[in-house]
């Protein structure tokens, strides 16, 4: 998920970790069947400087999975996930200093967080790997494609954008960021960088499937993400140069990172083609799983490029 104003640390995720009210302010008890992510062991390997935190479930080849801003591997959705699981080995991890992956000693920039993911897949013994990034985890992934490429088989961005000074930023929402910081805030205000009011409306539980995340970031790594990504000066000027097939991905409500920032990139990259979610939001993947998730089968699969 992207951060939607450059001073705020402490996000979404961290509200989230400790929210107990329902969407009308009453509280409610939350019952959830452990899935197969729940089940999946939680591993570590070494790469470089860090201990990289990973799961992996499925059969087929390799779908590396890296995840957007200030978030961990456990808030992406278990349906999505299970989908993309029944035709790929799905791989989920913490980005560094995320969750338990650990901090390392070098300089924390997206071109940083695309060499851990290029290493990430080496330590994995997988020559190359399809990848999906969803917002920041987006903008890593087109890194990693751009300085990797040998490592990348086909690419999804998943609401990403250029960077730098040609992307497309958010509006700002200073009461939602107010309400990001108060746990006391009803979900509905909470989620609303990720879920379209309408949708929320017209789906009153909506929040009951969300993955509410687990894992326990300090705000001070969160901090330095979140600068390492307002410091990125984008690949803008690379996009023509990249070989692999891309499907850029985007919901035509998105707040935290606007669709056209997706036709940005489709206009860009040689082998792209663009998916577009009406009524999707940036929290693509909890509104429309499935749906979301047969696309990537259908562009990963032989002839989807």
Request: proline share 8%; with cysteine; hydrophobic share 35%.
């Amino acid at each position: 998920m992207r951060r939607t104003n450059a001073t705020i640390t402490i996000l979404l995720v961290v509200a989230l970790a400790v929210a107990v009210t329902g969407c009308g302010g009453k509280e409610e008890k939350r019952t959830k069947k452990k899935t197969f992510y729940d089940t999946a062991e939680l591993q570590k390997i070494r790469v470089e400087d860090i201990d990289v935190a990973y799961k992996v479930f499925g059969p087929g080849e390799p779908l590396v999975m890296i995840t957007g801003y200030s978030t961990t591997m456990d808030t992406w959705d278990p349906r999505f996930l299970e989908d993309l699981a029944s035709k790929y080995k799905v791989v989920v991890f913490d980005n560094r200093g995320m969750g338990e992956t650990t901090s390392g000693t070098k300089e924390w920039t997206i071109d940083q967080f695309a060499a851990d993911t290029a290493g990430f897949i080496r330590a994995l013994k997988y020559s190359s790997a399809n990848v999906l990034g969803w917002s920041l985890g987006g903008d890593v992934a087109l890194g990693l494609v751009v300085f990797y490429p040998e490592r990348v088989r086909k690419l999804i961005s998943y609401a990403g954008d250029c960077g730098g000074p040609q992307k497309i930023p958010a509006p700002e929402y200073k009461d939602t960021l107010k309400d990001l910081q108060d746990v006391n805030a009803p979900l509905s205000k909470a989620l609303a960088a990720l879920y379209p009011p309408e949708y929320m409306q017209e789906n009153p539980d909506y929040w009951k499937s969300f993955p509410f995340p687990k894992e326990k970031t300090p705000p001070e790594e969160i901090s330095r993400q979140n600068q390492a990504y307002e410091e990125w000066p984008g690949v803008y000027d690379e996009l023509p140069d990249i070989s692999r097939p891309v499907l850029v991905a985007t919901g035509t409500e998105d707040v935290s990172t606007p669709p056209g920032n997706a036709d940005i990139l489709v206009s860009r990259i040689p082998r792209s083609k663009l998916v577009t979610f009406p009524g999707a939001g940036h929290g693509l993947q909890y509104q429309y799983p499935d749906e979301f998730a047969q696309a990537i089968i259908e562009f990963l699969g032989p002839g989807g490029d």
